[in-house]
């Protein structure tokens, strides 16, 4: 089971607390009816799957009800850091010598 740091409650609680919302940094198109129909699907159905350090967004469900951002490796499940949602995904970053 995976423990999650929620960076509003300062507290290292466990999955089942938590909902998994996403990627991360998925910002909306400033002009959606401009895109033709092919970037509006991509921009709604297509994600990064990446294999190794992925930044995501989980929700704290059971705990504050905020959203949260997670850098967490895909592979070995491991959390390398968490931030509030209004912190910069760049402070979010994978430790040295990980997903090797």
């Avoid at 509006?40 to 990446?50: A, I, Q, S, T, V």
Wanted: aromatic share 12%; proline share 6%.
């Amino acid at each position: 089971m995976l423990q999650i740091y929620c960076p509003y409650c300062a507290e290292l609680r466990e999955e089942e607390e938590f909902a998994y919302s996403g990627e991360a940094g998925i910002a909306r198109p400033l002009n959606p009816e401009e895109l033709s129909d092919e970037a509006w699907g991509d921009y709604l159905f297509f994600r990064k799957n990446p294999r190794g350090a992925h930044q995501e967004m989980w929700l704290h469900a059971s705990g504050c009800r905020r959203y949260f951002n997670v850098l967490r490796d895909t592979v070995t499940y491991d959390i390398y850091a968490s931030s509030r949602i209004d912190e910069p995904l760049a402070a979010l970053r994978e430790p040295a010598g990980a997903g090797q």
